[in-house]
């Protein structure tokens, strides 16, 4: 019995088969038969799903890839690197490596791609600790609940939209309305110790400028960039996902409080859809095949709070709303399994309003949990009168309105150019939590804090002190 522990299948069979000719260890290598777009199918390879292989190319080099599927005697992978140099039965070589990288605070201020490898041209780092991308899941009945807010540093999301230590946010918005802009004023004004950003394919150009211009060196240096343009194969996009998600997890770990900015998750999506689609999945809505469903919550899952005692991930997801429809089923998809959402509105960004946040449309669902019942209060009380404004701006328009015939009105016009300054923040201007609830505190007067009918007390008009 010890024998037959001690010894390999392979020495088995040879000291039992002795007359037999010579044994041949099982094969696991494979060949390449058949390229479509970026799909690879090998034969008489034998590796599991989302195992590394490496393809090696007549000059020697090699070429990774991930099993992605098979069906019969046939293995699909998908690339990682670009298909040039494949050739027509090439070797396909299962690889049993761990991937994984070296990190440690070395990381902050660096940008890397989805392999974990400098893109900035500067010299590897060598890192303390070893992180396997595989992820490490946390019992989801063992996560610190939502307690604390998180100052982003944004007037109108610390005071209205409260974010929760922890919290999974959306940030919905079509091209071009501010987001690179709004992630670069979290990523230099926030509390948050640790800044994750992956930017997941955007053009080239724009991971440039977002750096050069939204990070700058003070935003740089206290985040890790991880990005993968839109030249990238889908599965480097994703897998530049799945890494920022993996720092953010470092360094919560470590007891950090991180915040983790993807721009964008519709474009994770569309990687996945990419690869779902080359591996014959059914596309449903809008082509998206059934496995971007299941994709997405397995990456914003991960993001929260640790254990008790240890760091967070307050994430913030940037979903693209093509022609600012939100009915987008990557928009429905993500909006029910986050914990809130932040609307850009292209209307407010053509009037001027910078930050263009809709907060009519916005919520954050962990508020309550996280402010005090003052500020819920005056929050709200903001969202209604901005709601009376824009029901009655017709009739004020044209003069049809006359003061004194709805008290909630009233306020409505009184307030609203201080509103719309409160919301409006320039992009160099840092405001911390504290800041913003004075402020909006301000908005309503010493009386705000005690009531949504202030305005409803005649003979007490609101002072009009500006938010800022
Ligand atoms: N806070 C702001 N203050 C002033 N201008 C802004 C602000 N946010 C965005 N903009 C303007 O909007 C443009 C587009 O913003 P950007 O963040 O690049 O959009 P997106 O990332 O959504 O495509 C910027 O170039 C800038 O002119
Ligand atoms: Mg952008």
Redesign the pocket.
């Known amino acids: 019995m010890t024998d037959f522990i001690r010894t390999t299948p392979l020495q088995r069979m040879q000291k039992y088969n002795p007359t037999r000719a010579p044994v041949i260890a099982p094969v696991a290598e494979g060949r390449l038969v058949r390229v479509v777009g970026m799909t690879i199918e090998a034969v008489g390879l034998q590796a599991s799903l989302g195992q590394q292989c490496a393809i090696v190319l007549d000059n020697g080099k090699r070429l990774e890839a991930e099993v992605v599927g098979f069906a019969d005697q046939k293995v699909y992978l998908m690339p990682i690197q670009n298909l040039d140099g494949l050739r027509q039965g090439a070797r396909v070589v299962p690889l049993n490596e761990q991937m994984g990288m070296r990190a440690s605070d070395e990381l902050l201020g660096r940008i890397i791609n989805g392999l974990g490898e400098p893109l900035d041209g500067l010299p590897k780092w060598a890192g303390e600790d070893r992180v396997q991308f595989t992820p490490n899941l946390i019992n989801p009945l063992k996560r610190h609940p939502i307690a604390e807010p998180l100052d982003v540093g944004v007037r109108a999301i610390n005071a209205l939209l409260t974010i929760g230590r922890g919290q999974r946010v959306g940030l919905f918005?079509?091209?071009?309305?501010?987001?690179?802009?709004?992630?670069?004023?979290m990523t230099r004004f926030t509390e948050a110790e640790i800044v994750v950003v992956g930017l997941i394919g955007e053009r080239g150009r724009?991971v440039k400028?977002f750096i050069d211009h939204?990070l700058g060196p003070e935003g740089l240096a206290r985040s890790v960039v991880v990005a993968s343009p839109a030249d990238d194969p889908p599965l480097m996009r994703l897998r530049a996902s799945q890494l920022a998600t993996r720092v953010a997890e470092y360094y919560r770990d470590r007891g950090k409080n991180v915040l983790l900015l993807m721009?964008s998750l519709t474009r994770y999506a569309q990687a996945q859809r990419e690869i779902g689609l080359a591996t014959g999945e059914p596309p449903t809505t809008k082509g998206y095949p059934p496995s971007v469903f299941s994709k997405i919550p397995q990456l914003v899952e991960r993001a929260g709070n640790g254990d008790k005692g240890g760091g967070s991930i307050t994430a913030i997801y940037t979903v693209l709303t093509e022609g600012d429809d939100l009915q987008d089923p990557i928009a429905d998809a993500t909006r029910a399994i986050l914990d809130g959402h932040i609307v850009?509105s292209r209307r407010l960004?053509e009037e001027g309003q910078?930050?263009?946040v809709d907060i009519e449309a916005s919520i954050s669902r962990v508020m309550p949990a996280v402010v005090s019942a003052e500020q819920l209060q005056q929050a709200q009380r903001f969202k209604q009168l901005l709601a009376k404004y824009r029901q009655s701006k017709d009739l004020i328009s044209i003069g049809a309105y006359s003061q004194g015939a709805d008290p909630v009105t009233d306020q409505a016009i009184a307030l609203q150019a201080s509103m719309r300054d409160f919301v409006c923040?320039?992009?160099t201007q840092p405001t911390n939590f504290t800041e913003a609830t004075a402020a909006l505190a301000g908005l309503f007067g010493s009386a705000g804090a005690n009531t949504a009918g202030a305005a409803a007390r005649p003979g007490k008009p609101s002072p009009l002190k500006a938010g800022r």
């Open positions: 918005a079509g091209s071009g309305v501010g987001k690179s802009v709004l992630l670069g004023m724009e400028e939204n721009d850009l960004a910078y930050p263009a923040q320039p992009m």
